[in-house]
């Protein structure tokens, strides 16, 4: 995948307060969708993620990268409202929030498409994207699903995020690993998210599959969306993001944004410069 269309300067990514490493972009001043402030989460003993500021904006990509441990899962889960943090706090459009079930944070425009996908594979196509929202027809008590309406609006909805799935009455189960989180991409794009959060979304995929999630996470940041892609793949990352966290053992190590970042920087500081350095040194004496 090449290059895409620039972010327009009101809706490009801003400063973060307080990061490590924080590179203010001139012209900043859009409010940002969802912002976390010196965030930690401890679980017992184990502090998982410590410290964290981060900020997500309207209309851009904002990835979070890191490797196994690093507490990625832990973030996703307090931005969806699984988990709350133990310190800091997390704000929506500016306003400080504090979400104690999932369905909360939903309600408030962040809709999280887990890798699970949480489908239902022998279902169809239509049927998992509406999955408990489908439109009914009829006055109650005798209120029916209206399938005709549905079809429709499924098959719009994919359409205009360039998804051509040929039937929709095919079960999902049986559409590729891309195909199924385009799928998961677009109901939450219709079900009206302003914040959409992806884990892992490419990490199962070949190089073309991979491509086509890419394609429709632009799609959703096109329309508007504020995007965060978590992910421990750089180069997928910097295809992809506007403004880029690191994440290593819990904290914020790095960040980076569009523009002032070659590819190189990022892919060095996941794999831990210094130490890559190290490992090399040591393989080195091991070979000689
Ligand atoms: N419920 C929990 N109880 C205790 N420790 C936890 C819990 N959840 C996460 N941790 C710890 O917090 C740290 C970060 O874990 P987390 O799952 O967030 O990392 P991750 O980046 O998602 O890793 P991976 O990519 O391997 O899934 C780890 O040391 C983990 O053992």
Known sequence: MSEYPPVPDHQRAGPVAGAPGA???????????????????????????????????????????????????????????????????????????????PR???????????????????????RN??????????????????ARTARAVCRDELLAMGIDIRDLEQPVGTLSGGERQAVAIARAVHFGAKVLILDEP???LGVKQSGVVLKYV?????????????????????????????????????????????REDLVKAMAGGAELEALAHELESVNR
């Not at 995007?227 to 506007?242: E, K």
């Not at 190590?253 to 002032?260: A, K, Y």
């Open 202 to 204: 490419t990490s199962a």
């Open 218 to 262: 632009l799609q959703a940041r096109e329309r508007g969306v504020a995007v965060v892609f978590i992910t421990h793949n750089p180069h997928h990352a910097y295809l992809v993001g506007d403004r880029f966290y690191l994440l290593n053992r819990g904290r914020l190590t790095d960040e980076f944004v569009r523009g002032r970042v070659v």
């Open 104 to 126: 909360e944070a939903l309600a408030a425009g962040i809709a999280t498409v887990f890798q699970d996908l949480a489908t239902v594979p022998l279902m169809s196509v239509w």
């Open 129 to 146: 994207f509406f999955l408990g929202n489908e439109p009914m027809r009829g006055v109650p008590p005798l209120r029916f699903l209206d």
């Open 23 to 101: 590179s203010p972009v001139p012209g900043e001043d859009v409010r940002p969708a969802l912002e976390l402030r010196s965030v930690s989460k401890a679980f017992g003993s184990v502090l998982a993620i410590r410290d964290i500021t981060l900020r997500v904006d309207p209309g851009t990509v904002t990835c979070v990268l890191g490797d196994n441990g690093a507490g990625k899962s832990t973030l996703i889960k307090i931005l969806s409202g699984v988990h709350q943090p133990t310190e800091g706090e997390l704000l929506v459009d500016g306003e400080v929030r504090s979400f104690t079930t």
